[in-house]
């Protein structure tokens, strides 16, 4: 059974930085693409960060870009996302996902396995 587990969510203030983890089990984490959206109250899920495979295919959402890094240990089955000078705006439960790169894409539907979802939420 597929477990993706999330931490490191929180309160912090405009301008701070964060790390969000999750970890994987039950799944070959090598062959999987591993992505971090966001849902924020009243809104849609949207992508926020996604790696196709352990190196190469490296995407982030234009509102991140330059504020955020994705990486992956693969000897923990861990993938992160390092956010920095965080705006209010990115307040959201922020969700880990896992897919088939093989159908790799930042829309939700291209992957299988989703973790809980941690809060975080950014304060003036």
């Known amino acids: 059974q597929v477990q993706l587990v999330e931490s490191g969510g929180g309160r912090v203030q405009v301008g701070e930085s964060l790390i969000l983890t999750c970890e994987v089990s039950?799944?070959?984490?090598?062959?999987?693409?591993t992505a971090w959206f966001r849902q924020a109250s009243g809104k849609e899920r949207e992508f926020v960060a996604g790696?196709?495979?352990?190196?190469?295919?490296?995407d982030y959402s234009p509102f991140v870009k330059g504020r955020a890094t994705i990486a992956r240990d693969e000897a923990k089955n861990v993938v992160s996302l390092q956010m920095n000078s965080l705006k209010t705006e990115d307040t959201a439960v922020y969700y880990c996902?896992?897919?088939?790169?093989?159908?790799?894409?930042?829309?939700?539907?291209?992957?299988?396995?989703w973790g809980q979802g941690t809060q975080v939420t950014v304060s003036l």
């Open positions: 039950g799944r070959s984490f090598s062959r999987s693409s």
């Open positions: 996902a896992v897919g088939n790169p093989l159908s790799y894409s930042t829309d939700p539907a291209s992957f299988d396995a």
């Open positions: 790696l196709r495979w352990s190196q190469g295919r490296l």
